[in-house]
């Protein structure tokens, strides 16, 4: 009989050692926003075990600071951040987590913003005490697939300035995500080429990239700035633009008040359509690129 579980009784204590040292070989990176936890995972594949501090239908610009994001942060080696001051608060989350890998100025902090060209940079000098959440220009880059070459290849380097091992197998993964990024994004081209200079509002500016991208042109935003609520008196003012340009569509984030947006709409003769702002943000759009054809196929059903 010992003869017969002594095999057994070893493998069940090696078959959990194993699989707990390939977890731990993994690069143990946090990602601020979901956006770039997806795409980390695109070019990071087997080498990388990617958390995120937010989730899709949240507002990124504001996030709670609870215990459990500093505990995701503790273990951390890389913090991906989206920085243009959307995810400050992931200051506050490092802070508590107590991990200097990812402090600012550490190797291991991140900002993948490096070489965007950023839109809407105020002329004027903004801040928050003014109640504007875009004072660097607008952070919502992210979703504009046309930007996501720049942006894996940040954080391709920043993986590789910490497993300089594994570049090439890096590199290879970023090479075949931007294959079928590429493929889809010759799909998209084609499906918002009908849509070219239509005019939209927005609730907020979280869609200059995309629109820039295909074409279309923001016209009005529902907030009276960035982060400021909407005031009836400017709102009297969009409706009556929205009449005399004839726009038929408002983009909404999830995170923000859909029941006015369709009040705003019904009002203008329009329709609101809530997109992902973030990956994550609606259901269906669980992947980057899975996002971005949710994004495009509501816009082409709303316009058409
Ligand atoms: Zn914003």
Redesign the pocket.
């Known amino acids: 009989m010992l003869r017969v579980f002594r095999p057994l009784l070893a493998l069940a204590f090696i078959a959990p050692l194993v699989a707990a040292a390939s977890a731990a070989d993994k690069i143990r990176v946090v990602a601020t926003i979901p956006d770039l936890k997806a795409l980390t995972e695109e070019v990071g594949g087997k080498l990388v075990d990617v958390d995120a501090l937010a989730r899709g239908t949240q507002n990124a610009?504001e996030l709670e600071i609870r215990p459990s994001l500093m505990v995701k942060l503790r273990r951390a080696d890389l913090l991906i951040e989206n920085g243009l001051d959307l995810d400050s608060w992931a200051d506050v989350a490092v802070q508590g987590a107590n991990n200097p890998n990812i402090v600012r100025g550490a190797p291991g902090r991140v900002d993948v913003s490096r070489g965007i060209q950023v839109l809407e940079v105020p002329s004027i000098r903004v801040d928050r005490s003014m109640g504007d959440?875009?004072p660097l220009g607008n952070?919502?880059y992210s979703m504009d697939p046309g930007l996501a070459p720049i942006i894996t290849q940040n954080i391709v380097d920043a993986l590789a300035r910490f497993a300089p091992d594994h570049r090439a197998e890096l590199e290879k993964n970023r090479q075949a995500f931007l294959a079928r990024l590429d493929e889809a994004m010759a799909r998209w081209t084609r499906a918002m080429e009908p849509l070219r200079g239509a005019k939209v509002v927005v609730y907020?500016?979280?869609w200059i990239y995309l629109l820039h991208r295909f074409g279309l042109v923001q016209a009005a935003t529902l907030e009276d700035r960035?982060g400021i609520p909407a005031s009836p008196a400017h709102l009297t003012r969009v409706i009556r633009q929205m009449k005399d340009e004839q726009i038929k569509l408002i983009i909404v984030e999830p995170w923000n008040d859909v029941k006015l947006a369709n009040r705003v709409a019904q009002e203008a003769g329009a329709k609101a359509v809530v997109l992902a702002s973030m990956v994550g943000g609606v259901k269906g759009a669980d992947s980057y690129i899975g996002a971005i054809d949710h994004n495009v196929n509501a816009l082409v059903t709303a316009i058409r």
Request: charged share 0%; aromatic share 0%.
């Open positions: 610009h959440v875009h952070p919502h907020h500016p979280q960035p």
